[in-house]
């Protein structure tokens, strides 16, 4: 079976850091972009990060840039994403995904929540 299991999410004050894990079983985890929306109660699903399967391109939403840090270990299928200075605005549900060619699927969220 097909699947991604994100974990790593918890309960941090302003300013302090998290790091999210993506791992991935059940496909080609180097065929795959990996990825992490989040989304806020209320809020409109927002793109957080990816990072391409094999020349590490990596993009970054404008309100994470600087902050966020996405990587990947394609031995251990296994992608991250290091989250620095964390703000009560990054407050969400964070969800990883995975991409080839359009075929995707898409892990369980983990709660980060970031208490002021």
């Known amino acids: 079976d097909v699947q991604l299991q994100a974990s790593g999410g918890g309960l941090v004050q302003v300013g302090g850091c998290l790091t999210l894990?993506?791992?991935?079983?059940?496909?080609?985890?180097?065929?795959?972009?990996i990825g992490w929306f989040r989304q806020a109660p209320g809020k409109e699903r927002e793109g957080v990060s990816c990072?391409?399967?094999?020349?590490?391109?990596?993009f970054y939403g404008d309100s994470v840039k600087g902050r966020f840090t996405i990587s990947r270990d394609n031995a251990k299928n296994t992608a991250y994403l290091q989250m620095d200075n964390l703000q009560p605005e990054d407050t969400a549900v964070y969800f990883c995904?995975?991409?080839?060619?359009?075929?995707?699927?898409w892990g369980r969220g983990t709660q980060v929540t970031v208490s002021s």
């Open positions: 995904y995975a991409d080839h060619l359009g075929d995707d699927f």
């Open positions: 990072i391409n399967p094999t020349d590490g391109f990596t």
């Open positions: 894990s993506c791992t991935g079983s059940g496909f080609r985890f180097d065929d795959y972009a």
